[in-house]
């Protein structure tokens, strides 16, 4: 038989000992040699599913060949064309069922490690110091970006590159969204977000942090001051569970938990002066994406023992295959079939356990999982000193609540149209805001399309 | 950019007022809200009731009490030092209108917050009863800014070193049983505000609380300073900061508070041991 493809170069990480006492990435990347034979393997199939599947439907094919030449320069100015934040994307995707998932090798091997590929690039063009050149020819159209994450940070790149005067607004005293408070830095390197986010301030936009449009300025006022704007204010405010206990000490929703760590740098303790507590035995409810962080968060805050605490089983968890692995490598254990009930506490009004009960699954619901079912009187008691919720997060009220001219669902989702334009003429939205909580390179591909539509919408007057 | 300090006075051993510069916030404050700063890189953020403000000169000032690190630290700081960052005004303004007769209740800094509400009050046309209190007489502060403003000025000190002895609850009782009040507002140490609720109870006067608790990014999206309001988990930061008094359950929010006790110590030892 011929060995179409061979297999995946292996990709070297951090032994599991180690990284779990760090907050190091996790995975040490390809090194030349590796990224040309692992671009080798790409059997230059004809109809590219890979990109068809991509959500920016990155010129994928194009990009392996000049790798498997050697060209890396020529590769990264193709991955730029259609992403701005290549490093970040290689890292975050869930590229197992975008373009990995449907590459033919991964019928019989593993796909093309397209993300890994294209991670190696983006680090090569930083180390290089090479970045994407074009000439902006400036417009004097203002627009405003509210929101600086993975759906902003699209959206004002393509801006600044119609030539808009961008000014991107940030609540918080960081750019980049999630990037910079939910995904831990060894799954995503803090120095790679933040050179992402120099090259904005680099092409001209102009990021206020620290200002909350609603409390500083209101949006009315935006309104007046901007030609278009764009909302990309994600889906940051944390939900909970509704079930007795929650007020206990030890408690914490993956947000806040992740926030101390990522953002605050709680790790680094008393370093940095942000406290985190966590016990020895940590529960994380939820198997998505911010569960596997926590988790291998409370881990590496030494944490002895971390649960992830689910309804369905490993095979429905919304995770990313490689996060799901890393997690179980590190010996963070699976409970599945399982929902808390309620929350145990001590006089001292600390957590010291959660009460579950066993579920089965039933029939197929409308995301095509199966149907977790409470099995009846089932319940029994864990012993926990950390309980952290990731149940998923909804848009902030905080901008909504100052906003009410703008429609949006009972969810507190945005309401857009196919162009992504609210109900206010020359207000665009984008990612999780309208979403309610997806992925980076979806966030991603809404911001370009918004800026698309921003540009159509402002370019009509001048005869364009 | 970073936010220049204009002004920094030491009112007692523990308390100082610091003015920052911070235009942004400055602009749009309105009574009750606070702000959310960070002193240098490595810092926490620490929510702080803005206690007064220009919004001519974009100024903003607060009255802090220096117990943990983050105060510590900040009472250290002078006039010309730059503070990282600031945020806000963040939380909802108090609701202020004509309501008749007001009891303010202030303990510790809380007086400095009552100062620009009592200021809304009176400028709405209340009757302003102001009740502060503090341990003894050098612990209290802003009292001659509070007097000047506010209709009648009732002063307990716990030692008996100024004003009457005890707490800030017996005069409140007295006015109580003695007239009309149409609203208590309470603002001050989480166990001074409970037993003011707990006071005003019996005598069905809605009372205002103004709640500080644990909080990150005061935005809505931590979830650290919930708290329970009628059993309804709320978010100080953005539900808040007042909320019905009657309808607070205290004692989980003091416990709380206590969350990171230990941690708050182990800050304090190695901030303590760098400075040496
Ligand atoms: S401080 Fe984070 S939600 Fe209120």
């Known amino acids: 038989m011929v060995d179409i493809g061979g297999t995946r170069v292996t990709m070297r990480e951090q032994p599991v000992r180690e990284r779990i006492k760090n907050f190091h990435s996790v995975p040490f990347g390809y090194d030349e040699k590796e990224v040309v034979a692992e671009a080798q393997r790409c059997i230059m199939c004809m109809h590219a599913p890979c990109e068809i599947y991509c959500p920016v439907r990155l010129k994928i094919k194009a990009m392996i060949r000049k790798i498997a030449e050697r060209k890396f320069k020529e590769a990264f100015l193709i991955a730029k064309e259609d992403n701005p934040i290549p490093a970040i994307t290689g890292r975050v995707c869930p590229q197992e069922d975008q373009c990995e998932g449907v590459c033919p090798l991964a019928e019989t091997e593993n796909g093309v490690n397209i993300g ?34 993975p759906a902003g940070i699209s959206c004002a790149v393509d801006l600044r590159k119609f030539g808009y005067q961008v000014t991107m607004f940030e609540a918080l005293h960081e750019a980049g969204g999630v990037l910079q408070y939910g995904i831990p830095a060894f799954r995503l390197p803090k120095d790679i977000v933040d050179y992402e986010l120099s090259y904005l301030k680099k092409i001209g936009v102009d990021i206020q942090l620290n200002n909350i449009i609603g409390q500083n300025i209101r949006f009315s006022e935006l309104r007046e001051n901007f030609d278009a704007i764009f909302i990309g204010t994600g889906a940051g405010a944390p939900l909970f569970i509704g079930i007795e206990g929650e007020e206990l000490n030890g408690v914490y929703s993956a947000n806040e938990f992740l926030i101390r760590v990522n953002l605050m740098k709680a790790y680094d303790f008393p370093e940095h002066d942000t406290p985190i507590v966590c016990g020895d035995e940590v529960g994380v409810i939820g198997a998505g994406n911010v569960a596997m962080d926590a988790a291998r968060c409370a881990l590496r805050l030494n944490a002895k023992k971390v649960y992830i605490l689910y309804r369905r089983t490993k095979r429905e968890s919304p995770a990313r295959d490689e996060e799901v692995q890393h997690a179980l490598e590190e010996g963070i254990i699976f409970k599945e079939l399982i929902s808390p009930t309620r929350m145990l506490g001590n006089e001292k009004g600390w957590v010291t356990g959660i009460e579950l009960a066993k579920m089965r699954l039933g029939e197929l619901d409308k995301s095509g999982r199966p149907r977790p079912i409470k099995i009846e009187d089932s319940e029994f008691t864990m012993k926990l000193d950390t309980v952290v919720e990731a149940l998923g997060s909804r848009p902030n009220r905080l901008f909504l609540d100052q906003s009410p001219e703008l429609e949006r669902n009972k969810w507190g989702v945005l309401v857009v149209d196919e162009n992504l334009n609210t109900n206010i003429r020359g207000v665009f939205a984008g990612g999780d805001a309208i979403s309610g909580g997806a992925t980076v390179i979806l966030a991603l591909g809404e911001g370009r399309k918004a800026a698309k539509s921003i540009h159509k919408y402002l370019s009509k007057g001048d005869g364009k | ?116 509400i009592v200021k809304a009050l009176k400028a709405h046309g209340n009757h302003v009863v102001t009740i502060i209190g ?135 030892k190695h901030y303590e041991r760098g400075t040496k």
């Open chain 1, 116 to 149: 890994k590929l294209e991670a190696f690039i983006a680090d090569w063009a930083m180390k290089k110091g090479i970045t994407e050149e074009f000439y902006i020819e400036e417009r004097t159209e203002k627009v405003a970006v509210i929101g600086s994450g």
């Open chain 2, 1 to 116: 950019m970073k936010y220049k300090i204009t002004r920094k006075e030491a009112l007692n051993l523990e308390d100082f007022l610091v003015e920052v510069e911070a235009p942004l916030v400055a602009k749009k404050f309105k009574p009750g809200q606070f702000l959310i700063l960070r002193i240098h890189e490595k810092g926490e953020r620490i929510p702080l009731t803005i206690t007064d403000c220009d919004p001519k000169k974009g100024l903003v000032s607060m009255i802090i009490k220096a117990v943990g690190k983050t105060t510590s630290e900040l009472s250290k700081l002078d006039k010309g030092d730059l503070l990282t960052d600031i945020v806000g005004p963040l939380g909802n303004p108090s609701k202020i209108e004509k309501f008749g007769t007001v009891v303010c209740v202030g303990g510790g800094t809380g007086i400095a917050c009552l100062y620009p």
């Open chain 2, 134 to 268: 503090a341990r003894s007489k050098d612990k209290l502060v802003w009292e001659d800014e509070i007097k000047e403003i506010c209709d009648e000025l009732i002063v307990t000190t716990d030692d008996g070193s100024y004003g009457y002895k005890g707490v800030v609850t017996k005069p409140l009782e007295k006015i109580l049983k003695s007239k009309a009040v149409d609203k208590v507002i309470a603002i001050g140490p989480m166990i001074m505000m409970k037993f003011v609720a707990k006071t005003t109870e019996p005598h069905g006067v809605k009372t205002v609380v103004s709640l500080n608790t644990i909080m990150i990014d005061g935005t809505g999206m931590c979830g650290g300073c919930r708290v329970f309001i009628d059993g309804k988990m709320k978010f100080t930061c953005i539900d808040g900061p007042e909320f019905d008094g009657h309808k607070v359950n205290f004692d989980e929010l003091m416990n709380r508070l206590s969350m990171f006790k230990g941690k708050e110590k182990q800050a304090m």
